[in-house]
């Protein structure tokens, strides 16, 4: 479904579900390009009796609505509602010029230049400038911020050095020429930079909002964005409410009026809501399908699946025994029955994953391992002999509520008992007290799954390039995949560059701190009335051009 396209791979799929099917459009990395008017292809607005309204459910309450600290897709989505990066995607699955109105790119990929469109505004009516998106890279870069997707920035100059406390703000290499001219200094060629510009960490912060007040972004009187919609109501756990916006630049091809939130845990309730007529989705990207729902409504021909590139695996926190031997981790990912999980539990005809990266990153198709049972119990009393342990240890599999992921984790714990002998606690808990819990390394092992942010392999790998990146939750290091991982950045030669990167995989999934299970695919149902709700190519909730039709 993605391509390998030179240096690059561009976010070539979006599914808009209007008409169930996908575009793919040529690389988007361009080295000049002067529109300044978005392609985007419109239906026709129907005529409106009242408000409208889209109505939508999500699993639990946003950790955070502030673009530089987002680590997860509730957040995100969020976020994409009220806030507007450089470029977005249009209804033809193009990345397009959002706020920037054109931009250029040096030959040799180091050096980007946008130019921001005059008529871009806060939702206060304050002017979108350069400055307003060097404040938030820096910022976000700032130690301090502790944003966990820092480490998306280090392709600019001085980035790294500055998060890391060796270098200081003015030497990143992001500056503001003049009010509308946004500059990037990259440390080496990085040609799918402009398609990182759509992601929540670059996009712009109301500078004078961020420095006033600490808890801004958790109150809908104090949040300022500049996107299509103004976050109007936030009652904490329980809904949450957007309308339109009356400064945004594109104001005229933004059709509802408003999006009422609710949040809802419990995925069979969601799913009765929906069948009730109190929600327009059912499933991704608002909640998950229960498992045992699957089946009925696949039969009756309403299920629908986002293919978005993204892997669903267990983690090991590798900080402490038994999961800081390599082998007993080999052990439990060998014991997994990944076809069993995928036919009684996720029931979407999705690969099983014997590695990290992606197929349609295309770099070992067929994986790195294969299940083995009996190879599973040489290893686990290999490592237990290594650590010096008799009796294998108590470890708890932690994961956050979900009907599918409680099943998921009955059927790990089963398997490993069955293949392994051994006795594995189950831990569930919210979202957001599993998402602090893992980030902390407080667990043993548990549930990760990983999206692409944007479709080239580093996007998986360099996660794991530090123990200390925001989102290497296994907390693994290893010095000669890091070596690996910095000399990808240099490399220019695209088949060398892809060698590089597949020898770094074939490390992380023989150390593995993370046990591959399914590659993504994402089930949901929708009401018929919802039309050009957009599913990002890489996965999560665009509402900008959706509309409810008569």
């Known amino acids: 479904m993605k391509k390998w396209l030179t240096m690059v791979t561009g976010a070539t799929l979006l599914l808009s579900v209007a008409t169930g099917c996908s575009s793919t459009p040529t690389d988007t990395a361009q080295t000049t390009t002067t529109n300044t008017t978005p392609s985007n292809t419109q239906s026709t607005e129907p005529a409106k009796s009242g408000p409208m309204v889209l109505r939508w459910t999500i699993s639990g309450e946003p950790p955070t609505m502030d673009p530089g600290i987002a680590t997860e897709s509730d957040s995100m989505d969020m976020i994409n509602a009220c806030f507007e990066g450089l470029t977005s995607y249009d209804l033809k699955g193009q990345l397009d010029n959002a706020v920037a109105e054109s931009f250029t ?200 699946v986002a293919d978005n590139p993204g892997t669903q695996s267990v983690i090991f926190n590798t900080t402490k025994p038994p999961f800081n031997n390599k082998k007993i981790r080999q052990a439990f990912s060998y014991a997994i029955n990944r076809q069993e999980i995928i036919d009684n539990i996720l029931q979407t005809g999705v690969p099983a994953a014997y590695g990290w990266v992606p197929t349609s990153m295309g770099l070992k198709p067929d994986g790195y391992f294969k299940e083995d049972p009996a190879k599973a119990k040489e290893l686990l009393a290999e490592g237990m002999k290594e650590l010096g342990l008799k009796e294998f240890p108590e470890v708890t599999y932690s994961y956050n509520t979900s009907d599918i992921y409680k099943k998921m984790a009955e059927a790990l714990q089963d398997q490993w008992r069955k293949n392994l002998g051994v006795n594995v606690k189950l831990y569930n808990t919210e979202w ?82 993370l046990a591959p299970i399914n590659f993504r695919g994402n089930p949901y149902v929708k009401n018929d009335r919802v039309k050009d709700f957009i599913i990002f190519p890489l996965g999560g909730a665009y509402y900008k051009y959706a509309y409810i039709a008569n």
């Open 105 to 304: 790119n040096s030959p040799d990929y180091t050096k980007f230049t946008f130019k921001i469109r005059k008529d871009a505004k806060w939702q206060n009516g304050d002017p979108v400038t350069a400055h307003d998106f060097e404040y938030a890279l820096k910022r976000n870069l700032d130690p301090k911020t502790a944003s966990g997707y820092a480490y998306q920035l280090y392709y600019l100059k001085g980035g790294e050095e500055y998060n890391t406390g060796k270098g200081k703000a003015e030497d990143v290499g992001v500056k503001a020429v003049d009010d509308y001219t946004l500059e990037f200094q990259l440390k080496s060629p990085t040609p799918f930079f402009r398609e990182l510009t759509q992601f929540t960490t670059l996009f712009p912060l109301h500078q004078k909002t961020v420095e006033s007040n600490p808890k801004w972004a958790s109150d809908p009187k104090t949040l300022i964005g500049n996107g299509p919609f103004v976050l109007d109501t936030w009652e904490h756990k329980t809904k949450m409410v957007f309308t339109k916006s009356p400064t945004y630049w594109d104001k005229d091809h933004v059709k509802l009026d408003r999006i009422e939130i609710s949040m809802i845990e419990d995925n069979n309730t969601a799913l009765s809501m929906f069948e009730g007529g109190e929600s327009d989705w059912g499933g991704y990207p608002a909640t998950g399908l229960p498992a045992d729902a699957i089946p009925k409504i696949k039969e009756e021909g309403k299920l629908m």
């Open 432 to 513: 957001k007290v599993y998402n602090d819990n893992v980030h902390n390394a407080n667990y043993d092992l548990g549930r990760f799954l990983w999206g692409a942010d944007f479709n080239d392999p580093i996007n998986f790998l360099e996660m794991f390039r530090d123990k200390t990146g925001g989102n290497n939750n296994p907390k693994w290091e290893n010095a000669q995949f890091k070596e690996l991982i910095d000399k990808s950045y240099q490399e220019t030669d695209p088949a060398k560059r892809k060698q590089i990167l597949l020898d770094a995989e074939t490390i992380l999934m023989d150390e593995m701190p």
